[in-house]
């Protein structure tokens, strides 16, 4: 059956005329940001289990959580976890039935991305700050 082929039409059409739009990419973004989490919460799990050992535990960490690379973490973890609030925000509305055209869903996934990068942005400015420079 396989030697009888003679379809010259491509298999994946979809694959060569499909073009990248922002609600494409948000919705990509918002799935490997719930993946991305559910490995937080595991990292956030032994890490509490190993702090259940006492204090002194902390404090031999705890240089690492006030240096540059606690800041980039926190920056990386904040925006992952307000974007994927926001889009997930975004999705209850369009269950609702509301904002589904497509210039608009676009606009909304561009400004849902900048608002997280904002809202990582001021709080890793904000923790910075409180803990007195990184």
């Known amino acids: ?78 925006g992952i976890l307000s974007f994927h609030m926001l889009n997930g925000i975004r999705h209850l509305i369009w269950d609702s039935g509301h904002l589904l055209s497509p210039p608009v869903a676009n606009a909304m996934s561009i400004a849902i991305i900048a608002a997280a990068a904002v809202i990582a942005v001021i709080l890793t400015f904000i923790l910075v700050s409180s803990v007195g420079g990184v």
């Open 1 to 78: 059956m396989g030697s009888k082929w003679n379809d010259t039409r491509p298999l994946s059409p979809h694959l060569q005329v499909w073009r990248w739009h922002p609600t494409m990419l948000s919705s990509i973004l918002h799935r490997a940001t719930g993946v991305a989490l559910y490995l937080a919460i595991i990292l956030l799990s032994v890490f509490l289990a190993v702090l259940a050992a006492g204090p002194e535990v902390f404090m031999n960490y705890s240089a690492i959580f006030y240096s540059p690379l606690g800041a980039i973490g926190f920056f990386i973890v904040i």
